[in-house]
């Protein structure tokens, strides 16, 4: 069994303004900070420890690659969303996961978000299997594709569009705190699903691709997914 997921976050926007040391000045200035000084690359994109959720999808699909239920959370109340995503991915015991960028930023958000609340995580999620960076368990689809930083990573919408198919059409993460500030939750959520719906069928392609599943099977999976994925966009 393997979980799909996504996480939805705003910048903690407390938590930066007691690492800057600074309680003064208004949100915009504060962020422009926080990017010159605490983020690491060139886009000002902050680390994922100056976080925090606002929304999170999975989706539970069997080892053959069929969908077979999706779970979601929206809302302010950070702690609820952490124990409702930590209970559903300790359903099972042997799950896997799957994502784009998860080990980079969607992992470790939960991690620091846990130490945050004082929650303690599945024990699958200290596991071999997922800790270890080339495990089968554990997909991050960026090292699929750039073999493990070998090559550049490839961004999510930019698959889609060499596949020929449209992801990111109900918004761009950067626009998420603009409607978090607008309390347009179920919008974030809504925007989060596209984003997961689109890792499956990324994992499909790469998983024909690779020999993985029969040309049938996949033919099968990806039309299904292609149906939700434009009911999704068109909703």
């Known amino acids: 069994m393997y979980f799909i997921f996504d996480l939805e976050t705003i910048p903690d926007i407390e938590f930066i303004r007691t690492v800057l040391n600074d309680q003064e000045s208004d949100e915009e200035l504060l962020l422009e900070k926080a990017s010159e000084e605490l983020a690491r690359n060139k886009s000002g ?105 070998a090559s550049s990573w490839p961004k999510l919408k930019h698959l889609g569009q060499l596949i020929g198919i449209p992801f990111k059409q109900t918004g761009e993460g950067n626009q998420v705190y603009e409607m978090f500030k607008r309390n347009e939750l179920d919008l974030i959520e809504h925007y989060c699903y596209e984003d997961v719906m689109a890792t499956y069928i990324v994992w499909l392609y790469m998983q024909f691709t690779t020999g993985h599943i029969p040309e049938s099977q996949f033919e099968n999976l990806k039309e299904r997914a292609l149906g939700k994925l434009n009911e999704i966009q068109s909703s």
């Open 45 to 149: 994109f902050l680390p994922p420890m100056y976080h925090r959720m606002v929304s999170w999808v999975g989706l539970w699909i069997e080892n053959t690659g069929g969908p077979r239920q999706k779970v979601a959370w929206n809302g302010t109340d950070e702690k609820e969303g952490l124990l409702k995503i930590f209970e559903t991915i300790g359903t099972f015991k042997d799950f896997g996961l799957i994502h784009h960028n998860g080990k980079g930023f969607d992992i470790p958000v939960l991690t620091y978000r846990a130490m945050k609340h004082g929650l303690q995580m599945p024990v699958r999620m200290s596991d071999y299997d997922i800790r270890y960076r080339y495990s089968r368990h554990n997909i991050d689809l960026v090292d699929e594709f750039s073999n493990y930083g």
